[in-house]
């Protein structure tokens, strides 16, 4: 079955400064990757995903990008702010079947 | 449009008792999912049901869970004579599946989850 890895599992950072996380999955049929936001005591919310025929998206201050040859996506975000503090995943889910296979989480830190 | 409901957000129960955990999905959405998060852990997907059927039960434990969607009335997990090792979160998703667009058939919405803490 598929396999989801993230990386890093902290991540501090200064605010205003960017933070980039990254995932490798194993499962090459796999074509829909979203990125979830948590925050403490909540459920995830989806920030941002990404399908396997693009290669990079962008919501504003959030960008996503897919290398399926490598078969691996980033999530970057730029001009972090304090309330981008949170514990973020990557998941991935194969063209069959409609489970999303998750990565461990980011937890990240924005500093004032 | 209310999102996705789970309760109780907080469940206590001693070990040998059974736990319900109740998801209402999104209005308009007929696909549910359980997913169980242990602490400092990512989601690990449990089940995936439709109105009255099991689709992909694959990462239910064999034994003690159980989940069901009936025609009327939310999802259920249950979980029978509960252990230590089942206090977790437990999130329920819904996605809305037969959406003309097709972007909109993987977008899974997350509930808040429930809390479960064995005793």
């Known amino acids: 079955g598929e396999n989801v890895e993230q990386h890093p599992s902290t991540l501090s950072v200064q605010e205003g400064d960017s933070a980039v996380i990254k995932c490798t999955y194993s499962?090459?049929?796999?074509?829909?990757f979203p990125w979830y936001k948590q925050e403490l005591g909540k459920g995830p919310q989806l920030i941002i995903d990404?399908?396997?025929?693009?290669g990079e998206k962008k919501d504003q201050r959030i960008a996503v990008t897919l290398n399926k040859t490598a078969k691996h996506f980033s999530l970057h975000i730029t001009e972090t702010q304090p309330e981008d503090s949170a514990v973020y995943f990557c998941?991935?889910?194969?063209?069959?079947?409609?489970?999303?296979?998750f990565g461990g989480g980011t937890r990240v830190l924005v500093k004032p | 449009n209310a999102g996705v409901m789970q309760n109780p957000r907080h469940l206590v129960r001693r070990r040998g008792q059974e736990a319900r955990l109740r998801c209402s999905p999104m209005k308009g959405h007929s696909h549910v999912y359980w997913y169980r998060q242990l602490p400092e852990e990512g989601l690990k997907f449990m089940v995936y049901?439709?109105?009255?059927?099991?689709?992909?039960e694959s990462g239910m434990p064999k034994e003690r869970f159980s989940a069901e969607f009936p025609k009327e009335g939310p999802s259920i997990l249950r979980i029978q004579q509960v252990v230590r090792g089942d206090s977790a979160a437990y999130f329920c998703?819904?996605?809305?599946?037969?959406?003309?667009?097709?972007?909109?058939?993987?977008?899974?919405?997350f509930g808040a989850g429930t809390r479960l803490s064995v005793l």
């Open positions: 998703a819904s996605s809305p599946q037969g959406a003309h667009w097709e972007r909109a058939k993987n977008i899974q919405y």
């Open positions: 049901l439709q109105k009255e059927n099991i689709i992909d």
């Open positions: 998941a991935a889910k194969a063209s069959a079947g409609n489970k999303l296979t």
């Open positions: 499962d090459s049929a796999s074509n829909y």
């Open positions: 990404i399908r396997s025929n693009v």
